[in-house]
């Protein structure tokens, strides 16, 4: 980058609406596609970008992200001159314990770590979406229009923007108006949670505004893209225009996996001048055996295939035994499916196994998520299967 850029990636989130998928990890800790974590793709992106210095803010069971990321080697974000900084709450001598109550607090109590690089420009991302984007061109923009604060944006259909912060912008893409989740609204301008902010203002409006109420959950999009707006700042819209998918819902997180077995998918993971970095367990490769049938799938490394598999993603170290047929599902890493068994939209969760003879039939409107803090209670819903 020609211009001193800090990124912080927001990761402490619950992710409440996956369910039993983030009860032991926060979400950009789930796994994607058998190979990733959610939070591979903001972190690849930053890389691809050259943004090198990084801060991860964390919260909610922080434990395996921590150990995930590491020292960033897999993102070479430990090369000389970049670096990721894994950060959580902390004690502090005037405040006490700094639980962060809301997303832009989280940053305000992180500020000792940006200012050490003093840098130019404030990256905020998010870490729990699936897209590649080059974050040099949002801050190539952002300088161009001279803007205090520019919002990465997204059309999205009508009966999705009660889920999203929505925009008003006029004929220079200047923002005039943000809502969040809206009951009702006449916009389809979405933010995708990417903001870049100029420091030097940052600081200024917001850290002083907001330092003395830290307990009060400081949010950017219930405290600060408001006060930015209402103060006449410069706050400009950058519309996005590539895949990206919010996998914050169960439903979200199957179509995102479902999304990629078409070949003509507009996120490509097989596009090598864009990689997906991950950190990924040395395994050998992934065993068709005899007798299987496998079609319009991705497996991943590890998995023994003895059954039948139809239009689904495998993770790693996975069985399906004789006779089993899964289709149009998720099956994450190191889960086993017994002999005899029908798995159909569904997501079957990590280290889970599906006894023999069991059927989990879901639909496109009803997808059926199994994990081993629900076994007990899908099996008894769907049919136990029978030894």
């Keep these: 980058m020609a211009v001193n850029v800090v990124a912080i990636i927001l990761a402490g989130g619950k992710g409440t609406r996956l369910k039993e998928l983030t009860i032991h990890r926060p979400k950009p800790a789930v796994s994607f596609a058998g190979k990733y974590r959610l939070i591979d793709f903001v972190l690849s992106n930053c890389t691809n970008s050259g943004i090198d210095q990084v801060g991860v803010l964390t919260q909610y069971e922080p434990l395996e992200l921590n150990s995930y990321i590491g020292e960033g080697s897999s993102w070479d974000l430990d090369v000389y001159g970049a670096s990721v900084t894994v950060m959580g709450p902390y004690t502090s001598r005037d405040y006490g314990f700094l639980w962060q109550g809301g997303t832009a607090e989280a940053v305000i109590l992180n500020m000792p770590f940006i200012e050490q690089y003093n840098p130019d420009y404030l990256l905020v991302l998010s870490a729990d979406h699936i897209y590649k984007m080059d974050y040099r061109k949002l801050i190539d923009y952002h300088i161009e229009q001279n803007s205090e604060l520019t919002i990465s944006t997204i059309r999205v259909p009508k009966e999705e923007t009660k889920r999203f912060g929505m925009l008003k912008v006029d004929?220079?893409?200047?923002?005039?108006?943000?809502e969040e989740k809206p009951v009702k609204t006449d916009s389809q301008l979405a933010s995708m949670g990417v903001y870049v902010f100029s420091w030097q203002k940052f600081?200024?409006?917001?850290?002083?505004?907001?330092?003395?109420?830290?307990?009060?959950?400081?949010?950017?999009?219930?405290?600060?893209?408001?006060?930015?707006?209402?103060?006449?700042?410069?706050?400009?819209?950058?519309?996005?225009?590539?895949?990206w998918r919010d996998v914050g819902t169960v439903d979200g997180y199957w179509k995102a996996h479902m999304d990629l077995l078409d070949p003509d998918n507009d996120l490509n993971l097989h596009d090598y001048s864009w990689p997906i970095f991950s950190k990924t367990p040395n395994l050998p490769p992934h065993h068709i055996l005899k007798g299987a049938k496998v079609r319009n799938t991705w497996l991943n490394e590890g998995s023994m295939i003895f059954g039948e598999i139809y239009d689904s993603i495998i993770g790693h170290r996975c069985v399906v035994d004789e006779r089993s047929i899964v289709e149009k599902s998720v099956v994450l890493s190191q889960a086993k499916i017994e002999h005899d068994c029908r798995i159909r939209y569904a997501i079957i969760g990590d280290e889970v196994i599906i006894p023999p003879y069991t059927d989990i039939l879901g639909d496109e409107d009803h997808i059926i998520l199994v994990t081993n803090d629900n076994l007990e209670e899908i099996l008894e819903s769907q049919g136990r299967g029978d030894d």
Excluded at 171 to 178: A, C, G, K, S, T
Excluded at 217 to 230: K, L, S
């Design 171 to 178: 004929e220079q893409n200047r923002v005039i108006d943000f």
């Design 203 to 243: 600081k200024e409006d917001i850290i002083h505004k907001y330092y003395k109420h830290i307990y009060d959950g400081v949010d950017f999009a219930q405290d600060v893209i408001p006060h930015f707006i209402n103060e006449n700042c410069k706050v400009f819209a950058y519309e996005y225009k590539g895949y």
